[in-house]
């Protein structure tokens, strides 16, 4: 039987809602606080949630990340009192089902619930993902897993794919891993650098050029396009690609023939197309610099990759990947890893994604003395600096003043609602805890989490919330 979980801190609403969902003959839970629904779904169970945007304990949208990693991956629809254009757009980029204004009658949220229910059931329902050939894609988080679902569909279509996410989030990995798993993989795999192309020989790069069509033309070459016949042409940073060509390039993937330069007749490449970008395309639309109706043609299907602070519980198993490769190729046993080094990239936010975590990784090895273990005074001079930063509290007052915050004072003036009072006690309770919990732990994550039975991810997810870290050893 379908369950739903309604996570809300007006306990008059839940009750409403929770009737609704008894007449519709499913089950229903309530929470009226972030972490009680939290704790409720990590037991599972849960077909679809039911979350506000504003409760004592946290911002419902902050949140949809971490309701979608629990156990069921529930489907989630945002109820709020005051709709958001923004909210909405974010609700629905972070994987919630639906954004929902709370309405007049609550008859009105049946069929958003109820579709989501059958969603959710299908799902559950389908048949498991093929193995892929995933090569160099390393971690289980459900955020990249999600990513591999959809990169396994564009693999058994012939449609354009467009893969956008940050810079270093492994963009050409997905690619490849599209190229490898379809029909195709039999067939060249060509990648073209659109940032890297001269902008006076891009036509020719691309089209190809027949001898003698310009000066330095002296013989004749078939162009990236061509090469690709049969398999799948990968454009990086399809952002960079002139307008000029933009326009030329849009009645190639009409048409699949094309002239090249110098040339009188057309030729015809039979490519699949994948392209990607960590621009803003729509933006670029918007600013006149990229052309809408090619836009609309690279995006048969769009997979946006998850930064790695999206993913922390990836972060392990990507670096003992990376430090075992490079045993390998020294010939060496791998490098043992303190405690604290591991504290250390589980704090830092990773604006490079997993190309920096890398690039980190081999400049700690080079740093450290041969037989020593890896401690955070290895890693890079901006990491550890950031590390520095983030330890220095915020308040600057006695430790003791910190230790016992006094009780707050209530500005008549300002008098604020019961919900902006529990939720700012609520933060104040949270953050002693912590404290607290990091004095008497010996600033050790491995006693903190035995003691606070929380996740590694879930710690320092709270941590980095209320601006606390341990201090990194020099």
Same mark, same amino acid.
């Given at each position: 039987?379908?369950?739903?979980?309604?996570?809300?801190?007006?306990?008059?609403?839940?009750?409403?809602?929770?009737?609704?969902?008894?007449?519709?003959?499913?089950?229903?839970?309530?929470?009226?606080?972030?972490?009680?629904?939290?704790?409720?779904?990590?037991?599972?169970?849960?077909?679809?949630?039911?979350?506000?945007?504003?409760?004592?304990?946290?911002?419902?949208?902050?949140?949809?990340?971490?309701?979608?990693?629990?156990?069921?991956?529930?489907?989630?629809?945002?109820?709020?009192?005051?709709?958001?254009?923004?909210?909405?757009?974010?609700?629905?980029?972070?994987?919630?089902?639906?954004?929902?204004?709370?309405?007049?009658?609550?008859?009105?949220?049946?069929?958003?619930?109820?579709?989501?229910?059958?969603?959710?059931?299908?799902?559950?329902?389908?048949?498991?993902?093929?193995?892929?050939?995933?090569?160099?894609?390393?971690?289980?988080?459900?955020?990249?897993?999600?990513?591999?679902?959809?990169?396994?569909?564009?693999?058994?279509?012939?449609?354009?794919?467009?893969?956008?996410?940050?810079?270093?989030?492994?963009?050409?990995?997905?690619?490849?891993?599209?190229?490898?798993?379809?029909?195709?993989?039999?067939?060249?795999?060509?990648?073209?650098?659109?940032?890297?192309?001269?902008?006076?020989?891009?036509?020719?790069?691309?089209?190809?050029?027949?001898?003698?069509?310009?000066?330095?033309?002296?013989?004749?070459?078939?162009?990236?396009?061509?090469?690709?016949?049969?398999?799948?042409?990968?454009?990086?940073?399809?952002?960079?690609?002139? *307008?000029?060509?933009?326009? $030329?390039?849009?009645?190639?993937? &009409?048409?699949?023939? +094309? @002239?090249?330069? %110098?040339? =009188?007749? /057309?030729?015809?490449?039979?490519?699949?197309?994948?392209?990607?970008?960590?621009?803003? *395309?729509?933006?670029?639309? $918007?600013?006149?610099?990229?052309? &809408?109706?090619?836009? +609309? @043609?690279?995006? %048969?299907? =769009?997979? /946006?990759?998850?930064?790695?602070?999206?993913?922390?519980?990836?972060?392990?198993?990507?670096?003992?990947?990376?430090? $075992?490769?490079?045993?390998?190729?020294?010939?060496?046993?791998? @490098?043992?890893?303190?405690?604290?080094?591991?504290?250390?990239?589980?704090?830092?936010?990773?604006?490079?994604?997993?190309?920096?975590?890398?690039?980190?990784?081999?400049?700690?090895?080079?740093?450290?003395?041969?037989?020593?273990?890896?401690?955070?005074?290895?890693?890079?001079?901006?990491?550890?600096?950031?590390?520095?930063?983030?330890?220095?509290?915020?308040?600057?007052?006695?430790?003791?003043?910190?230790?016992?915050?006094?009780?707050?004072?209530?500005?008549?003036?300002?008098?604020?609602?019961?919900?902006?009072?529990?939720?700012?006690?609520?933060?104040?309770?949270?953050?002693?805890?912590?404290?607290?919990?990091?004095?008497?732990?010996?600033?050790?994550?491995?006693?903190?989490?035995?003691?606070?039975?929380?996740?590694?991810?879930?710690?320092?997810?709270?941590?980095?919330?209320?601006?606390?870290?341990?201090?990194?050893?020099?």
């Amino acid at each position: 039987m379908p369950r739903i979980l309604v996570i809300d801190d007006d306990v008059g609403f839940c009750r409403s809602l929770q009737a609704v969902i008894a007449g519709l003959g499913w089950e229903s839970e309530a929470a009226n606080s972030l972490e009680t629904g939290l704790e409720k779904l990590a037991r599972g169970g849960f077909d679809v949630v039911v979350l506000d945007v504003v409760l004592p304990d946290g911002n419902g949208l902050e949140h949809i990340p971490a309701v979608r990693e629990t156990p069921d991956a529930p489907e989630v629809i945002i109820l709020t009192g005051q709709g958001d254009p923004d909210g909405a757009e974010l609700a629905i980029k972070s994987g919630a089902w639906d954004y929902i204004t709370k309405p007049g009658t609550l008859n009105n949220i049946r069929l958003p619930i109820s579709r989501a229910v059958e969603y959710h059931r299908h799902k559950a329902l389908a048949k498991p993902r093929a193995s892929l050939r995933r090569e160099g894609i390393i971690g289980e988080s459900k955020a990249l897993t999600a990513c591999l679902d959809m990169a396994a569909r564009a693999a058994r279509s012939g449609g354009n794919v467009l893969i956008v996410g940050e810079t270093g989030t492994g963009k050409e990995l997905f690619a490849r891993v599209i190229h490898d798993n379809s029909n195709r993989c039999e067939g060249p795999f060509v990648v073209v650098d659109c940032a890297a192309l001269p902008e006076s020989l891009v036509e020719s790069m691309l089209f190809g050029h027949e001898k003698g069509a310009f000066t330095t033309a002296e013989k004749k070459h078939p162009g990236l396009i061509l090469q690709a016949h049969g398999g799948t042409l990968f454009l990086d940073e399809i952002g960079e690609l002139p *307008l000029a060509v933009q326009k $030329a390039f849009l009645r190639l993937l &009409q048409e699949h023939r +094309f @002239r090249p330069v %110098g040339a =009188t007749e /057309e030729v015809r490449s039979d490519f699949r197309l994948v392209a990607a970008t960590n621009r803003d *395309l729509e933006r670029m639309v $918007a600013d006149w610099t990229f052309r &809408q109706d090619l836009l +609309f @043609r690279l995006r %048969g299907m =769009t997979i /946006e990759l998850p930064p790695l602070r999206g993913r922390t519980v990836d972060i392990e198993a990507l670096c003992r990947a990376r430090l $075992a490769r490079r045993a390998a190729e020294e010939g060496e046993p791998a @490098r043992e890893v303190s405690p604290e080094f591991w504290g250390a990239l589980f704090e830092y936010g990773w604006p490079g994604n997993v190309r920096e975590l890398f690039s980190a990784l081999d400049s700690a090895l080079t740093a450290a003395e041969t037989g020593t273990p890896l401690l955070p005074r290895h890693l890079p001079m901006h990491i550890r600096a950031w590390l520095a930063r983030r330890s220095v509290p915020v308040s600057h007052g006695p430790v003791a003043d910190r230790e016992q915050p006094a009780p707050p004072e209530l500005d008549p003036d300002h008098f604020p609602t019961i919900r902006e009072f529990r939720a700012k006690e609520l933060a104040r309770v949270d953050r002693r805890y912590l404290e607290v919990l990091l004095r008497i732990s010996g600033e050790s994550m491995e006693r903190a989490e035995a003691l606070s039975g929380l996740s590694r991810a879930r710690l320092y997810a709270l941590l980095r919330q209320h601006g606390l870290t341990r201090h990194a050893p020099a």
